[in-house]
């Protein structure tokens, strides 16, 4: 690849980005200019150039942990958050960082590791397994809930992740 080539997907991967945050109703933009598949024989799965996936556009939240006010620390982080686990199917994840840094491991189907931060955001896709690690001390951090509605009930609980 020349240097021009590699230039110009920076770009794009750094627009894509800064649209993904500033812009919610941009995702359904992202999605058909990024849209890669799965290694598995899986629909076509729409991923960032980093592996985060892409929220479908239609997504409302509807909850949050912990509570609107409240916010997960370094040393307040539930157990079942350190470990592997999912959410249901139909339902999208946003991890939120407020203050200082938190590792995001995607563990299925595409591995990848991402450093989260308040300028960062973590997407979760429904039913794929992941795990999160504070990075620093100060970390303050809130994982949003998202569903596209129409797409049934609700049931989330989860060890430590009350409402």
């Not at 909850?63 to 040393?75: L, M, N």
């Not at 931060?117 to 992941?130: A, Y």
């Amino acid at each position: 690849m020349r240097g021009s080539e590699v230039a110009l997907y920076s770009a794009i991967a750094a627009t894509t980005i800064v649209c993904l945050l500033f812009l919610p109703r941009t995702r359904a933009f992202v999605s058909k200019v990024t849209p890669t598949r799965s290694k598995s024989s899986a629909p076509r799965l729409t991923r960032l150039p980093n592996g985060m996936p892409v929220m479908p556009d239609d997504t409302v939240k509807y909850t949050q942990v912990p509570k609107v006010g409240s916010v997960f620390t370094a040393t307040t982080i539930p157990s079942g958050l350190l470990k592997e686990h999912n959410t249901k199917k139909g339902t999208w994840g946003l991890i939120r960082v407020l203050k200082g840094q938190l590792e995001y491991k995607i563990i299925e189907l595409e591995k990848s590791t991402h450093v989260l931060d308040k300028d960062n955001h973590g997407i979760i896709e429904p039913t794929k397994l992941h795990q999160v690690k504070a990075l620093t001390d100060d970390l303050e951090f809130v994982v949003e809930f998202w569903r596209v509605p129409g797409t049934g009930m609700v049931n989330e609980k989860r060890e430590g992740l009350t409402e």
